[in-house]
């Protein structure tokens, strides 16, 4: 699989992680009709295609919700795919809704923004390349940005602090610096995040730790961030991906 991944646009940085590009090669595997997800603190919107020609037929597109859970889905056969991925605090102020209720979604877009995300699907479908769609992406959230809700800065700076120390953070400590009750900051904090501060810094911690490109480099990543045994690193690996970690790479060769 190539993989390619395409900072966002200045104007959404705060809004948007990145944007990101796989495609399969369709001489050598048949048409991937599992879509498969694991651990992830971002929400994402997919766009499937059946391959990366100009004008690609469009198969579905969904919104994958920030999750704790891996899951598979059985899908239209795809070779192509188009995903935007997007920080859980951005739900709230974008979509008027706790970032609470797309925990472990996987759902049409359509679905998810009625209308609106008619119009969008049809206009990614239209766009004859990659950097098209992706422009057709960008100024959806450009709008977005326009009408945007209520933003609680005081926790979204929390959640900043946690990603920034790739969750090696003292929940207790965090909530203290911020002068909420433990109560108050989890509460809110799950609002913007989607989950409690505790999960939210083990699901970052593990995707600090999943950047690495294959199973070997990815153990000793482990150790620098805080497992002290290779069985509990395997242990979480497999609760985020379902997979042990050569496995989990062998899916992406």
């Given at each position: 699989?190539r993989y390619?991944?395409?900072?966002p646009d200045?104007?959404?940085k705060d ?16 048409p ?24 690609s ?10 999750t ?5 889905f ?24 706790p ?10 877009l359509?679905?998810f ?6 119009i969008?699907t ?8 990659t950097q098209e ?10 709008s ?6 209520y933003?609680?800065r005081?926790?979204v700076n ?6 920034k120390?790739n969750?090696?953070?003292?929940i207790?400590n965090?909530a ?9 900051f989890?509460r809110r ?9 505790k999960m ?10 999943i950047?690495?490109?294959?199973s070997q480099?990815?153990l ?5 961030h805080g ?11 497999k ?6 970690p ?7 060769s």
């Amino acid at each position: 699989m190539r993989y390619k991944i395409i900072p966002p646009d200045e104007g959404l940085k705060d809004i948007i992680s990145h944007f990101w590009v796989g495609t399969w090669n369709s001489e050598h595997q048949s048409p991937n009709s599992r879509y498969y997800v694991i651990a992830n603190s971002l929400t994402e919107f997919t766009f499937a295609f059946e391959n990366d020609t100009p004008r690609s037929k469009l198969l579905f597109s969904v919104v994958q919700g920030h999750t704790n859970q891996p899951n598979q889905f059985q899908v239209d056969g795809f070779y192509h795919l188009i995903g935007v991925s997007i920080y859980s605090y951005s739900i709230p102020t974008l979509f008027n809704i706790p970032a609470l209720e797309l925990n472990n979604q996987f759902i049409s877009l359509n679905t998810f923004l009625g209308s609106e995300g008619e119009i969008l699907t049809e206009k990614v479908a239209l766009a004859a390349t990659t950097q098209e769609r992706i422009n057709v992406i960008t100024f959806f959230f450009k709008s977005l940005i326009e009408k945007q809700r209520y933003k609680d800065r005081l926790i979204v700076n929390a959640i900043q602090e946690i990603k920034k120390r790739n969750g090696k953070t003292k929940i207790s400590n965090l909530a203290s610096d911020f002068c909420l009750s433990q109560k108050q900051f989890e509460r809110r904090f799950k609002e913007f995040s989607g989950f409690n501060p505790k999960m939210y810094s083990r699901i970052i911690r593990f995707e600090s730790i999943i950047k690495k490109p294959n199973s070997q480099s990815i153990l000793e990543e482990a150790y620098t961030h805080g497992f002290y045994d290779q069985a509990h690193f395997i242990h979480e690996f497999k609760c985020f991906t379902g997979f042990n970690p050569s496995d989990f790479y062998k899916l992406s060769s």
